[in-house]
């Protein structure tokens, strides 16, 4: 149904950069209604034989990716609005809020920008939790992410904006 392989990182570990290979979609047949198909009409039985390179990233990690990077630095917006939220909360960054961050940082975006948001989830975990509390978020069986409200405007905006990509440093891109 789903391959999230470890290599040298772990492609779900704060990042979605897995190709096409991530998840399947029903597509069944008469002879086997149970089939499933990943972009492409790629089978589980392809992403399984370790020559088969079809839709995956091992052609990115050759040369690299190229483009421009913008970063919207919620963190910082935040402590200058006397925002308070938690990282690991259900805490939702509205697209009104972006294009506040754009604007105060006089950014404009480029078709083929990667797209990059800071939250400071790196800096919360490293500084600001106790070991108590890391081991409660590692043991929760409902752990909460912050991230960009899920919303269609939001996606909307992602895609008319023509990102190439978008990255951050939360453990989800949106909640």
């Avoid at 990042?15 to 096409?20: A, F, I, K, L, V």
């Avoid at 919360?124 to 960009?148: F, I, R």
């Amino acid at each position: 149904v789903a391959y999230d392989h470890i290599y040298i990182f772990h492609p779900q570990q704060s990042s979605q950069c897995d190709g096409h290979r991530h998840f399947s979609t029903p597509f069944p047949t008469t002879e086997a209604p149970e089939r499933r198909l990943f972009y492409g009409g790629v089978t589980a039985a392809d992403i399984s034989n370790r020559s088969n390179t079809r839709i995956g990233i091992q052609h990115w990690a050759r040369e690299g990716i190229c483009a421009r990077g913008v970063l919207l630095d919620y963190a910082e917006y935040a402590k200058r609005h006397s925002i308070s939220y938690k990282t690991l909360s259900d805490h939702a960054i509205p697209l009104s809020v972006l294009l506040d961050i754009a604007k105060e940082q006089n950014l404009s975006f480029r078709r083929g920008d990667i797209l990059f948001v800071r939250i400071g989830f790196t800096k919360e975990w490293d500084t600001e939790m106790s070991l108590a509390e890391k081991v409660a978020y590692g043991e929760s069986s409902n752990p909460q992410h912050m991230g960009l409200e899920g919303t269609e405007e939001m996606l909307r905006w992602i895609w008319d904006q023509g990102f190439a990509a978008v990255a951050g440093d939360a453990i989800s891109f949106e909640v």
